[in-house]
């Protein structure tokens, strides 16, 4: 009976407009919960828009599902909103940022514009690095990409640079002008700033992660074992991603006070990651394991918010 359910979620046109009505649904109950945030709440739900149609601008232009899916819009939907946490911080500015300059680096391979497309996605990841920090760290991260892309060179090193140092050098200028270089120098000094180490998470928020992590180590053990029979530049796409996530989930274990602000980033990873796992995966256990996921987010979302209430 559900040996092909799997494939018929991940083929229907209805998919996509379910998980929009069920994450609705979902941000209606959250927000309702979180009344503090009802002044912001449309400006969050254009974001996860943004993001959402960001995650799916990955799948049509750089192919990691043949099939144009929705399914890692909606997988992003619905995890997203089973961390209230999430849903109630403007950390997703932050990831919409960083998913422009991942796009903008995975769209210079093989791209006559390499080296302006390198350069904006430098920018972005800088602006990403303002509104969070940390994200400051992922630059080695992002030159690796490069190198693997077959795009590190002179000219290349020196646009990222560049466009690194634009943000910042126009951020200077404003607190210069405005005689605030003390708040420069906070945002600066932010990014060498290391939180003390402490286990701070609830118990809904790590069964949660912990299943996310699951879930993903799984897609990452796929892919590592199969990844000769994608092509060179998907495969070098998932990789970076793999990296991305599982960076991401070890400054979470490290830095637990930056669970709100980086789980939205590795949420995104994850999604692409993962909904490319079930669209070349097959058999019966797949398709449990896509039935379980199903219903481990609706209960980790349910677990999550009646916890808070």
Not at 96 to 102: D, F, G, P, W, Y
Not at 159 to 188: E, H, K, M, N
């Amino acid at each position: 009976m559900y040996k092909r359910w799997k494939d018929k979620v991940l083929n229907s046109r209805a998919t996509l407009p379910v998980a929009i009505a069920l994450g609705l649904c979902g941000w209606t109950a959250t927000h309702a919960l979180f009344s503090e945030m009802e002044s912001g709440a449309w400006i969050l739900l254009l974001v996860y828009a943004i993001v959402g149609y960001l995650l799916f601008e990955f799948n049509t232009n750089f192919t990691f599902i043949r099939a144009k899916s929705p399914i890692q819009v909606c997988f992003f939907l619905l995890v997203a909103l089973s961390f209230p946490e999430v849903s109630t911080s403007y950390s997703q500015f932050s990831t919409v940022s960083l998913l422009i300059a991942i796009y903008f680096l995975f769209n210079s391979y093989q791209d006559k514009y390499t080296v302006f497309n390198i350069h904006n996605s430098f920018i972005f990841l800088s602006i990403s690095s303002l509104l969070q920090p940390c994200y400051a760290w992922l630059i080695p991260l992002f030159w690796f990409g490069c190198s693997r892309l077959l795009m590190l060179h002179r000219r290349s090193l020196a646009a990222s640079i560049a466009g690194f140092l634009l943000p910042y050098w126009a951020l200077w200028g404003y607190c210069y002008i405005q005689d605030s270089l003390s708040v420069f120098y906070t945002r600066v000094s932010a990014i060498f700033a290391f939180q003390p180490l402490a286990f701070i998470l609830s118990v809904p928020q790590l069964i949660g992660f912990v299943a996310m992590l699951v879930l993903f180590l799984i897609a990452t053990i796929y892919f590592y074992t199969r990844q000769h029979s994608a092509k060179f530049r998907t495969r070098n796409y998932l990789n970076f991603l793999i990296i991305l996530g599982w960076l991401f989930a070890v400054v979470i274990l490290l830095q637990q006070g930056l669970f709100c602000q980086l789980l939205p980033m590795l949420i995104a990873t994850i999604s692409l990651v993962v909904s490319q796992y079930f669209s070349v995966t097959h058999g019966r256990w797949v398709n449990f394991l896509f039935i379980l996921v199903c219903i481990g987010t609706l209960s980790v979302y349910l677990i999550n918010n009646f916890s808070i209430v």
